[in-house]
């Protein structure tokens, strides 16, 4: 038996089903041996592996796949996962077309209906617009907002991809707010964030994604009021924290300052955190601007 569960094992990438050990000519009795004698330790029900193996999160989906069978895929958190728009979750999402499957404490498993299968890094997944809709039961919208809108910003998914997996009644209202920010050209969740902020208050909604010709070539502004030359910036650590980006950030903004124009900048921790402040300052920028661009508006005391 030796050979065949190494062999099993190592095309396996270190985990073997019962199924797979018995066509390969290891009776019952025989697997329970295996087990019985530490040979081999049960990883899930039907999932088996040599004592003292260790699995990354990638590991813990093959493994899940594996026990849920060739129809299973990743599904909510860890198919957004997988897609790369959201971090890992100690709990492996799967879905399986059909009612009646039994999940446990580290693998929770939903009832499939007719959607889309994709293969990413050799894992079937559900989409990244169906994922979102699902895990939009479980998460708060800010939470959604980033992987919505970093998978739009790449390609994965369109506004209408979020219109349409807001079929489900319990998720219709988070998932049309989110094609309404992807559709306005929002792609990050702090500029979503941003833009729905202004657009429910009465200030007025900026452009988002707005280029504008600059003596160093073209700048994309986050967000941009035509009518009072006024831009703004919603900074997030992940893309604005190295030496390099330090020094981009602010050649762009000399860059925008030269033409005339006004550069607001606001951390997203502050957009997502301090909505009142972010909605006070820029209102107090906007009724500046517009008093300089009335008449000029001296700060001198006198």
């Given at each position: 038996?030796?050979?065949?569960?190494?062999?099993?094992?190592?095309?396996?990438?270190?985990?073997?089903?019962?199924?797979?050990?018995r066509?390969?000519?290891?009776?019952?009795?025989?697997?329970?041996?295996?087990?019985?004698?530490?040979?081999?330790?049960?990883?899930?029900?039907?999932?088996?592996?040599?004592?003292?193996?260790?699995?990354?999160?990638?590991?813990?989906?093959?493994?899940?796949?594996?026990?849920?069978?060739?129809?299973?895929?990743?599904?909510?958190?860890?198919?957004?996962?997988?897609?790369?728009?959201y971090?890992?979750?100690?709990?492996?999402?799967?879905?399986?077309?059909?009612?009646?499957?039994?999940?446990?404490?580290?693998?929770?498993?939903?009832?499939?209906?007719?959607?889309?299968?994709?293969?990413?890094?050799?894992?079937?997944?559900?989409?990244?617009?169906?994922?979102?809709?699902?895990?939009?039961?479980?998460?708060?919208?800010?939470?959604?907002?980033?992987?919505a809108?970093?998978?739009n910003?790449?390609?994965?998914?369109?506004?209408?991809?979020?219109?349409?997996?807001?079929?489900?009644?319990?998720?219709?209202?988070?998932?049309?707010?989110?094609?309404?920010?992807?559709?306005?050209?929002?792609e990050?969740?702090g500029?979503?964030?941003?833009?729905?902020?202004?657009?429910?208050?009465?200030?007025?909604?900026?452009?988002?994604?707005?280029?504008?010709?600059?003596?160093?070539?073209l700048?994309?502004l986050?967000?941009?009021?035509?009518?009072?030359?006024?831009?703004v910036e919603?900074?997030?650590?992940?893309?604005?924290?190295?030496?390099?980006?330090?020094?981009?950030?602010?050649?762009?903004?000399?860059?925008?300052?030269?033409?005339?124009?006004?550069?607001?900048?606001?951390?997203?921790?502050?957009?997502?955190?301090?909505?009142?402040?972010?909605?006070?300052?820029?209102?107090?920028?906007?009724?500046?601007?517009?008093?300089?661009?009335?008449?000029?508006?001296?700060?001198f005391?006198?």
């Amino acid at each position: 038996m030796r050979a065949e569960l190494l062999h099993l094992l190592e095309v396996g990438s270190g985990l073997v089903t019962r199924e797979q050990l018995r066509a390969a000519g290891v009776d019952r009795r025989g697997i329970w041996r295996a087990i019985k004698r530490g040979e081999l330790i049960c990883v899930h029900p039907k999932v088996l592996a040599l004592p003292g193996s260790t699995f990354d999160v990638w590991g813990r989906y093959r493994a899940a796949l594996l026990q849920m069978g060739p129809d299973a895929a990743l599904t909510h958190v860890s198919a957004l996962h997988a897609w790369g728009l959201y971090e890992e979750s100690p709990i492996t999402h799967v879905s399986v077309p059909r009612a009646g499957v039994v999940g446990y404490s580290s693998v929770r498993v939903h009832c499939r209906g007719a959607q889309e299968i994709h293969t990413v890094a050799g894992f079937p997944v559900q989409t990244p617009a169906d994922a979102l809709a699902l895990a939009a039961a479980d998460l708060d919208l800010d939470e959604l907002r980033f992987p919505a809108m970093e998978a739009n910003r790449r390609g994965l998914l369109t506004p209408r991809n979020l219109e349409d997996a807001s079929r489900w009644d319990r998720v219709r209202t988070p998932m049309l707010l989110l094609a309404e920010e992807a559709a306005a050209g929002a792609e990050s969740g702090g500029e979503a964030k941003f833009w729905r902020l202004i657009k429910e208050s009465p200030l007025p909604t900026p452009v988002l994604q707005q280029e504008v010709m600059t003596a160093h070539g073209l700048k994309r502004l986050d967000g941009y009021w035509p009518d009072l030359g006024l831009g703004v910036e919603i900074d997030g650590r992940e893309f604005h924290n190295t030496a390099d980006a330090f020094v981009s950030d602010r050649v762009k903004q000399n860059a925008v300052h030269g033409l005339g124009l006004v550069l607001m900048r606001y951390a997203v921790s502050q957009v997502m955190n301090e909505e009142q402040y972010v909605l006070t300052e820029t209102e107090t920028i906007i009724v500046a601007r517009r008093a300089v661009l009335c008449g000029y508006v001296s700060h001198f005391p006198k």
